[in-house]
């Protein structure tokens, strides 16, 4: 069993206090996720960082962290998270998002696709089955809460072989939802 505990979360630069585990990405990390190659000058830019509240995995306790993505571009497309279906596969996850502008881009393994929006006060509910990115589509952080059953684990191998269906890109009216040329089969 796992006693109750509490943790504070800073609603602005979604820190958590006491900071258990906090994980960096860079664009190294992320390379061969844009379309664009990312230039060797970038390579050590931070594009990410998750701060987890760790509990035991199971399939009965709630992890959560918090995610603040920095906002910046890759040619067209903009700053975002690498993406993850669960391991296992039905296990849900709720984002709420504290500051910024992003889109939650959405897609199911038989190719359908969903995109939703991402602003102070928006509950996404990423239901079962559905592989998950979150897109920084404004002039700064996106922050975001995420919780999530425990044993769900990731799958990054199927993002990162395929992509997602849709790109978010910077359009001349604004972020724009296009389709992944690499997908198109
Ligand atoms: C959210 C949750 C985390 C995830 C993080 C970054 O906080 O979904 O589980 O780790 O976003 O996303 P990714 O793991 O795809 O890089
Ligand atoms: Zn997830």
């Given amino acids: 069993m796992t006693d109750p505990f509490t943790t504070m979360l800073d609603l602005e630069r979604g820190l958590v206090e006491p900071e258990r585990k906090l ?15 990312v230039p060797s000058s970038r390579a050590g830019e931070v594009v990410y960082t998750v ?14 962290s918090t995610t603040v993505i920095q906002p910046g571009r890759v040619g067209d497309e903009f700053h975002m998270t690498k993406g993850h279906y669960h391991a ?13 502008e992003g889109r939650l881009v959405m ?25 998950h990115r979150s897109v920084n589509a404004g002039d700064d952080p ?8 425990a044993d769900a684990g990731y799958d ?20 724009r939802v296009v389709p992944n040329p690499r997908r198109q089969r």
């Fill in 142 to 149: 996106l922050v975001f809460y995420a919780v999530y059953v």
């Fill in 23 to 37: 994980t960096e990405r860079t664009l190294a990390d992320m390379d061969g996720m844009y379309l664009d190659p």
């Fill in 88 to 100: 296992i596969r039905d296990r849900a996850e709720i984002y709420v998002t504290l500051a910024g």
């Fill in 156 to 175: 990054y191998a199927t993002i990162e072989e395929e992509g997602f269906p849709v790109l978010v890109v910077a359009g001349d009216d604004g972020p």
């Fill in 51 to 64: 701060s987890e509240i760790p509990v035991p995995v199971s399939g009965s306790n709630l992890l959560s």
């Fill in 107 to 131: 897609g199911t393994e038989d190719g359908r696709h969903q995109v939703e929006p991402m602003r102070r006060g928006t509950v996404n509910y990423v239901a079962g089955g559905w592989a």
